[in-house]
């Protein structure tokens, strides 16, 4: 097993229980360890550069996955600004003035700026930026 002399019951556990209600266990084939056998470990938590699984285990994140690369995980200053604007309700349906000074902010860093919906360029920046 990849994960040799730590503990990953819990992770097990999950792993099981996943593969009943979720197609090969994850969300992502990568993930999947079919290849490679094994199983993953189920994160619980991260705080800076670090990963913490559900059996206590703690692993350096190389993947930081979807940017935690540029600021680590769960940055206070981060939590703080998110909790603020959690503070104003989470989805309207309707435009907001943050949605105005984001893209503000973006078409000053853009080379050749046009008009855009934010989703998508919400959805293609972080995808490929990072």
Same mark, same amino acid.
């Given at each position: ?5 730590? /503990?990953? =019951?819990?992770?097990? =556990? ?29 994160? /619980? ?53 943050? /949605?105005? /000074? ?23 920046? =972080?995808?490929?930026?990072?």
């Amino acid at each position: 097993m990849w994960r040799r002399g730590l /503990e990953n =019951t819990q992770s097990e =556990t999950y792993f099981d229980r996943a593969k009943e209600l979720i197609p090969g266990g994850v969300n992502s084939p990568v993930r999947a360890f079919g290849a490679v056998g094994g199983h993953p470990f189920f994160v /619980e938590r991260a705080q800076g550069p670090w990963l913490y699984d559900v059996d206590g285990n703690q692993y350096l994140d190389y993947v930081c996955s979807w940017g935690p690369g540029i600021l680590g995980h769960a940055p206070q200053r981060v939590l703080d600004a998110v909790q603020r604007a959690c503070g104003k309700g989470l989805t309207f349906g309707a435009p907001t003035p943050g /949605e105005v /000074e984001l893209a503000s902010k973006y078409k000053q860093h853009q080379a050749h700026p046009q008009h855009f919906p934010l989703s998508v360029l919400i959805k293609n920046k =972080t995808l490929f930026s990072i």
